[in-house]
């Protein structure tokens, strides 16, 4: 997207949810659109803010502005847990229930915006989970669109076409996986599903991280089955410009140091990401199929449900002896990996 100029440039209040496979490509985002000519608030937790590959790009910084909103405290969750990538599973709900409590703050955020006509958005892009926005921003009566950073055949997973409404129930197996995802309100009081679809039925409508010449048979039903007129976005790869401000922030990485001195095209890499972490059985299973195969190996790995320790080199949660097994065929981290340098 060429750095443009719009002949109308607009206030635009983007949200994203508080993971770094949502708050990255929503930077991205904000990039280009602030590169159009746009005015941009990009809206976060400080710490999540601080962690951004910053700075922005040149065509785009000057209209980009970063809101902080503290994230409020809840009993039990550890300080500085503002990313899901701070979370360990068993907190997930105590993070989803400090989310909520960025509602007041955003909604004064809001209305000191919506106060002057100078500052009132024009849109609010809000995450799928920001129900809390998509209530502000209906409040004020400014136009939301609720933005699906996923791919469309797994944004429309929960719905099922009118034409196959009579086709048979979901496998025991994938019904048992679904349900506490999507029904279980916990601690937090509210369901993934319910948040998504407040959100979407509080909203203009829905953006998607998507367009029909990549999904020709799943983005012509995103519309349907959402009940919103869909807005493609395309992929929102990183820019070249972001790509290199990634790669400079990890170039002294001890993980691409130790890519680097490894032959070309010769090392799996291996990130399963942060939302769904594996059992130990599981993490046991994947280490003995790396070690089989004898291939060089980059694994990036989280904490798996079940581990009670998690140290710096997953010692703890590998079979025993596998470090020693695999030394130099591969690198176990369980650490923050500069991904899109890797």
Request: glycine residues 6%; charged residues 20%; hydrophobic residues 45%.
């Amino acid at each position: 997207m060429d750095a443009v100029s719009s002949s109308s440039p607009l206030r635009i209040v983007i949200v994203p949810w508080l993971a770094f496979g949502h708050m990255l490509p929503y930077l991205e985002l904000s990039e280009r659109l602030a590169a159009r000519g746009h005015r941009v608030s990009y809206v976060s937790t400080p710490r999540n803010l601080a962690r951004l590959p910053l700075p922005l790009r040149p065509a785009a910084a000057p209209r980009v502005d970063l809101v902080a909103l503290p994230l409020p405290r809840v009993d039990d969750l550890a300080d500085g847990a503002e990313s899901t990538n701070d979370v360990p599973d068993d907190d997930r709900e105590l993070h989803w229930k400090a989310f909520d409590g960025l509602a007041a703050p955003f909604a004064e955020f809001l209305a000191a915006a919506c106060a002057d006509e100078t500052t009132r958005p024009h849109w609010i892009i809000a995450d799928s989970f920001h129900h809390w926005a998509a209530a502000a921003a209906l409040e004020h009566q400014v136009p939301c669109a609720m933005l699906l950073p996923t791919a469309a055949l797994i944004a429309t997973a929960p719905h099922l076409p009118p034409e196959h409404r009579g086709a048979r129930d979901l496998p025991r197996y994938e019904q048992e996986v679904m349900d506490p995802a999507y029904n279980n309100h916990g601690i937090s009081g509210m369901s993934i599903i319910r948040r998504f679809n407040l959100t979407k039925d509080r909203c203009t409508v829905a953006a998607m991280r998507s367009c029909i010449e990549w999904e020709p048979e799943s983005f012509p039903l995103a519309a349907p089955l959402l009940g919103k007129p869909v807005v493609p976005l395309g992929l929102l790869p990183p820019s070249a410009d972001g790509a290199r401000r990634a790669a400079a922030k990890g170039a002294e990485h001890a993980t691409v140091r130790w890519l680097d001195a490894q032959p070309p095209d010769s090392v799996v890499y291996v990130a399963l990401g942060s939302e769904v972490p594996l059992r130990v059985e599981q993490v046991h299973e994947l280490a003995f199929g790396l070690e089989l195969a004898g291939t060089r190996f980059l694994w990036a790995l989280r904490k798996p449900s079940g581990a009670a320790v998690l140290d710096d080199d997953g010692v703890d949660m590998l079979p025993p002896g596998f470090q020693e097994r695999t030394r130099g065929q591969g690198l176990v981290t369980t650490g923050w990996v500069p991904q899109v340098n890797v």
